[in-house]
């Protein structure tokens, strides 16, 4: 079994940063892509962010590029999403998950099933 755990997440000014982790247990990056989200209550949950396993190609959406960087370490089995320059509109629980099908996470507007979740962890931007 394989569980994703989230950190990271606090409360931050505008044009902060905070640097979020998600450690998995298992063989979780062979052959896993990995993907960052965030929701908001009432909302659906958004990619903001995915790298691809085989050569760590990064993808990110456009309401963070040039703000956020994901990356990982596959020696401590870690990914971590770097956010600079928040925003209050960042505002939001972010999860971490990861699927074998980097298909899913280029197909516009999918919104079914990926291998596993993380728990999620809370990320509030004042003004």
């Known amino acids: 079994q394989v569980q994703l755990v989230e950190s990271g997440g606090g409360l931050v000014q505008t044009g902060g940063s905070l640097r979020l982790s998600c450690a998995a247990s298992?063989?979780?990056?062979?052959?896993?892509?990995m993907g960052w989200f965030r929701q908001t209550p009432g909302k659906e949950r958004e990619l903001v962010a995915h790298?691809?396993?085989?050569?760590?190609?990064?993808w990110y959406a456009d309401s963070v590029k040039g703000r956020f960087t994901i990356s990982s370490d596959n020696a401590k089995n870690t990914v971590y999403l770097q956010m600079y320059s928040l925003k209050p509109d960042d505002t939001a629980v972010y999860y971490c998950?990861?699927?074998?099908?980097?298909?899913?996470?280029?197909?516009?507007?999918?919104?079914?099933?990926?291998?596993?979740w993380g728990q999620g962890t809370q990320v509030t931007v004042s003004s």
């Open positions: 998950n990861a699927d074998r099908e980097y298909w899913k996470y280029i197909t516009r507007g999918y919104r079914g099933q990926y291998d596993y």
């Open positions: 298992g063989r979780i990056f062979s052959m896993y892509h």
């Open positions: 790298i691809r396993w085989s050569d760590g190609a990064t």
